[in-house]
């Protein structure tokens, strides 16, 4: 007795024993554990794309601080800390693993954040530059054009818009043509310290070299940190994890089966020695009751556990044939796919192929990967919920197979992937219009009419432009009037019937609250309801009803600091909410507003200028010859050439001055001035050259300052035309005047002297006696000297009148010049 008690207390401490080592082994798996590991695993993807979101966000402009990107590293390495604490139910050569792959992980995001870090350093000079850039060249450029230096101007126009146009578009080629204006403006700076500071040209120059040094720079590091390996890492991470889950899960299985048939063998036992003590002790059997019905509640217990967590997970788990039927579903699952419990679902579906996937082919897709890796993950693709509505879902599984390699069924998850997907679409979307808005003002910016002046021609391309752009039905482009209490409409296009318009008049006096609006915005005025927006509300009286119109976007045109007009965009039918990037567009097609109407005032300016330079070199070339005017605007100082061979006339109205004492002045001087007008015409007509008229002399020269074979015949021809001139003047005026005419032919020097009240004149000699020939003239006659008599004696007719007592030379014999020896000529 005493060793059967003793065998029988050893069997029972080992059954015991045997039970707490199961019964602990079946307490291995904590769910707390495993659902914290892959929450944080999540997560951490999550973050991994919305830092990938912020980083685009902040290089496209969306993001104008880096608060986001701190945050997110902060939630990140705060979720990386508590991987550390790897569920203890993974067996130890798979925490290493998971703890290996875990490093690589962390590696791969201090990469990332470096590279972040890079990226804000970088893109910080870069906003920095973008944002004095404008502004600076901008101003200097209206300083430039004040100051009369339009080239400048220009100069630094035409660079403002290909830096703007280089950061808002991957075209690498402006670069070296930036640096071509860049250059230019270095090596000529000095050109313009008259015009504008220096200092401010060097900081141009500084901002747009920093501009072209940081925007591939802070472009690639966008695309590093995009391509960074981080959520690869997290992938692997998740998918070894999974494996020694579903290793540890096996196990606990396992030992709850072994848990189970100890249970039968106890009871067993219990119950054979309850049968064989049954009849010796009652309460022995009572005891073994109790504690069997507490081994089948634990077991219960756990069971339940299990079925809670299947039920309640996040994600939707399911087992499903290889024909396509479902074999178990989670009422997660249903809930994906809009039925109200797993078994609708179940019973609904009898071929996944064709009631689940939108695309049949996917299922077959689905197998195909199946057959080739026996696991798939992140499979996404579109379903069909049960109300007919499309949703986006993502599926990692396994097949699950018998010993000999026989698939028995599929199992796996299902996580809604639609917000995500709607997330891409709205982002994908808005980079489209961006896009569209990017080449919209490219193909603008390439407008001849925006440039030349043509205003009305380079408005008509800007509502156009935002028009068809943005969508919106009428667009239009008002002005001032000088007193700022009228805007006026120069141009207003109507998208659907492809029209435009202008010549209408809004009155401040009707509106003051808009006015007062336009005149305090700083980018524009958004107004998504035009009809309740207190900056527009005054038109809902009537402007608004009438055309249709729900929401507005005005853009002030500004010249320098002063508001001069108004860019509307007005779109008809429905509320619309404007965006950020369709007020930064429309806020551009106004600057190009500007620039059109800055050019259309050059173009203005460089007319009156030519008008006035035309006036000017009229008035120059009816002081001067015109080869001597155009040799004094580019030579400096005193002109002054020799001419061997001309013929010099002067002729002095005789009784002109006794005239004067018996007419008045101005009747005088307009007698004098048809006389003289007579003798310019005649001088033009021979092609001669009038010097200049002094009292009632006139002074005029053949022979230069062109020479001339025949200059002593041309000047005869001017001779006896003057004589007839003044027998006509007598005929019509009833005033008996006579002309007394001298000439003689020899060297000269002529040229301009002096430095005010130019005129070309002539001195030597041959002028000194030509003076002579008509002072010591018969009146009515036309005396030559002898030298000029020699040059004319074979084509006209002289009377011989001797030798003459000329005053400074002596006695020289002259000549009467009479007529020609060939009138047809």
């Known amino acids: ?174 670069a070296p043509q ?21 200092a401010d040209i060097e900081r141009v120059i500084l901002h747009g070299k920093t501009i072209l040094t940081k925007k591939p720079k802070v472009d690639a590091l966008v695309q590093d940190i ?10 692997e991470v998740y998918k070894v994890y999974n494996q020694y889950y579903e290793k540890a899960v096996k196990r606990v299985n396992l030992y709850r089966m072994l848990l189970s048939l100890f249970y039968v063998v106890v009871i067993s036992t219990i119950s054979a020695y309850i049968i064989i003590r049954l009849v010796n002790s009652a309460k022995t059997v ?8 507490q081994a089948l509640l634990s077991t219960q217990s756990a069971e339940e556990k299990f079925r809670s967590i299947y039920e309640n997970s996040t994600d939707g788990i399911f087992q499903t044939t290889p024909d396509g039927k479902y074999i178990s579903a989670n009422p997660t699952l249903a809930r994906i796919y809009g039925y109200s419990s797993p078994e609708e679902l179940i019973a609904s579906i009898d071929d996944i192929k064709l009631k689940v996937y939108v695309d049949p082919n996917r299922r077959s897709e689905f197998i195909a990967a199946m057959e080739k890796h026996n696991t798939i993950s992140q499979f996404e693709s579109q379903v069909y919920r049960k109300d007919g509505s499309i949703t986006w879902i993502s599926e990692n599984a396994r097949a699950v197979k018998d010993d000999n390699g026989v698939l028995l069924y599929y199992e796996g998850t299902v996580e809604d992937i639609a917000q995500r997907k709607l997330t891409e679409g709205i982002l994908q979307e808005s980079d489209i219009k961006l896009r569209l808005q990017q080449l919209a003002l490219m ?17 008509r391309e800007i509502t156009e432009t935002a028009a068809f752009t943005l969508g919106v039905e009428r667009v239009s482009v008002w002005f001032y009037n000088e007193d700022g209490s009228k805007l006026h409409c120069v141009d207003l296009y109507q998208l659907s019937s492809n029209q435009h318009a202008k010549n209408f008049e809004l009155g401040a006096s009707d509106y003051p609250g808009y006015f007062k609006a336009l005149e305090a915005a700083e980018r524009a005025i958004a107004a998504n309801d035009a009809h309740t927006d207190p900056r527009t509300c005054e038109f809902a009286a009537s402007y608004l009803p009438s055309l249709g119109i729900y929401s507005m976007l005005d853009v002030p045109i500004r010249l320098g600091k002063r508001t001069v007009g108004v860019l509307c965009h ?71 050439d020799s001419f061997e061979s001309v013929s010099v006339l ?124 008509e002072s010591q003239g018969i009146p009515g006659h036309i005396q030559v000297s002898g030298f000029t008599y020699e040059l004319l004696q074979h084509k006209y007719h002289f009377q011989h009148r001797g030798i003459i007592q000329v005053k400074g030379k002596g006695e020289m014999t002259t000549y009467l010049l009479n007529e020609r020896k060939y009138s047809s000529n």
């Not at 270095?186 to 504008?196: A, E, N």
Request: charge should be neutral; aromatic fraction near 8%.
């Open 443 to 459: 193909e603008l910016s390439k407008c001849h009419p925006l440039y030349e002046g043509d205003l009305d021609a380079a408005l």
């Open 178 to 198: 930036i640096q071509g204006q860049l250059g230019v403006l270095l090596t000529t700076r000095s050109q313009y310290s008259d015009k504008v500071n220096g």
């Open 570 to 640: 007005e779109h008809v039918g429905y509320p619309r909410e404007w965006t950020l990037e369709e007020e930064n567009f429309a806020s551009y097609l106004g600057y190009m507003a500007s620039l059109a109407m800055e050019a259309s005032d050059r173009k203005k300016a460089q007319a009156a200028l030519r008008l006035e330079q035309e006036k000017s070199e009229r008035l120059l070339l009816n002081i001067l010859p015109e080869a001597i005017a155009q040799r004094l605007k580019q030579e400096q100082g005193s002109i002054a």
């Open 650 to 773: 002067f002729a002095d109205i005789v009784g002109f001055t006794q005239l004067s004492s018996r007419i008045a002045p101005t009747e005088l001087v307009n007698l004098l001035n048809q006389i003289f007008s007579a003798f310019d015409h005649l001088a033009d007509r021979h092609g001669l050259e009038k010097i200049k008229t002094i009292g009632d002399a006139y002074m005029v020269v053949s022979g230069l300052p062109m020479p001339r074979g025949d200059h002593a015949e041309a000047i005869a021809e001017m001779a006896l035309d003057m004589q007839q001139a003044i027998i006509k003047f007598t005929n019509t005026t009833g005033i008996a005047l006579n002309i007394r005419i001298g000439i003689h032919s020899g060297p000269v020097v002529a040229g301009v002297i002096g430095i005010k009240k130019f005129i070309y004149d002539l001195w030597g000699d041959t002028v000194n006696i030509a003076s002579r020939m």
């Open 226 to 235: 995009v391509s960074q390996p981080t959520s690869h890492r997290s992938e």
């Open 286 to 293: 009572s005891a073994a009751k109790e504690k069997l019905q």
């Open 1 to 174: 007795m005493k060793l059967f008690n003793v065998i029988l207390i050893f069997l029972i401490s080992l059954a015991l024993c045997l039970f707490v080592f199961l019964f602990h082994q079946t307490r291995n798996l904590d769910f707390q554990q495993h659902d914290n590991f892959t929450s944080n695993l999540l997560r951490i993807k999550e973050i991994d794309a919305l830092l990938n979101q912020d980083v685009v966000k902040s290089r496209s402009g969306l993001l104008t601080y880096y608060d986001p990107l701190a945050n997110n590293f902060a939630e990140l390495k705060k979720r990386q800390k508590r991987l550390n604490q790897i569920p203890n139910f993974i067996e130890q050569s798979g925490q290493i693993k998971i703890k290996k792959l875990l490093e690589l992980q962390r590696e791969a995001y201090r990469q990332k954040e470096q590279l972040i870090e890079q990226f804000k350093s970088q893109e910080s000079i870069l906003k920095n530059s973008l944002y004095y850039f404008p502004t600076l060249t901008t101003e200097l450029a209206e300083k430039a054009s004040r100051k009369g230096d339009e080239r400048l101007a220009e100069r630094l126009e035409n660079l403002l818009r290909d830096v703007l146009i280089y950061n808002l578009t991957p075209r690498e080629e402006l």
